[in-house]
């Protein structure tokens, strides 16, 4: 299981862009880098996935550079309601288990 | 929505207690996961299964115990709760075909030892 880095915690205001960075230096050939969302008192949601490039859904793009050492999570034009932990994930699905870290405490201001 | 349940939500009890906390998934998920969480702190794996008949201990020490009978029932049992136990815990499984390792979430047990 490859080992994440990413910041502890982010401000931001309404209607911003917000990028979270994480580090995964150790990222191995199968490994997938996956998000994931916590709102207070509720367990983690999926964002999204990716393995390189970008990865776009409804919620968030994931920007994966060739070298696949780190990825972006991009939030578009974030609301009070985006407020909650990011988890920056890095494994594949022969993973018995999958390790959470402290994640990013996103706040966003209004 | 994730089918995945459980029961209780709130649990408060005494010390000493024999508690068993019930997590359920109707998604036929091989693999299921037990986290225990306290307020504003990360998520640590405390149990995990990828089977019937599986179990292994997670990152975290901890002195609950589960079992995997049926592959959509994945209970976390105290033997003697403890104030120390006191804590969210978060139930999960994963193993369908979408993304690798997508985990769905249980809405949470929030368990207080008094």
């Known amino acids: 299981l490859a080992k994440t880095t990413q910041p502890i915690s982010m401000d931001s205001y309404e209607g911003q862009e917000v990028n979270i960075t994480c580090s995964h230096n150790?990222?191995?050939?199968?490994?997938?880098i996956t998000w994931y969302q916590q709102f207070p008192s509720q367990g983690p949601r999926f964002i999204i996935q990716g393995y390189k490039t970008k990865v776009t859904n409804e919620v968030a793009s994931l920007f994966i550079p060739a070298d696949r050492k780190s990825s972006t999570l991009s939030l578009p034009r974030v609301s009070l309601s985006d407020t909650a932990v990011y988890y920056c994930l890095v494994g594949d699905h022969r993973d018995d288990k999958i390790i959470f870290g402290k994640g990013t405490r996103l706040h966003i201001l209004p | 929505e994730a089918d995945i349940y459980q029961t209780p939500r709130y649990l408060v009890i005494g010390t000493g207690k024999k508690i068993t906390l019930e997590c359920s998934q109707t998604?036929?998920?091989?693999?299921m996961y037990w986290y225990q969480q306290d307020p504003g702190m990360e998520l640590h794996l405390i149990h995990y299964?990828?089977?019937?008949?599986?179990?292994e201990k997670g990152d975290l020490s901890s002195e609950s115990t589960v079992s995997r009978i049926r592959t959509e029932h994945f209970p976390l049992t105290l033997e003697s709760a403890r104030p120390s136990h006191t804590s969210q815990y978060l139930c999960a499984s994963s193993g369908g075909t979408g993304s690798y390792n997508e985990q769905f979430f249980g809405p949470g047990t929030r368990l207080t030892v008094l």
């Open positions: 299964s990828y089977g019937v008949n599986s179990t």
């Open positions: 998604m036929g998920h091989d693999k």
């Open positions: 150790n990222i191995a050939t199968n490994d997938y």
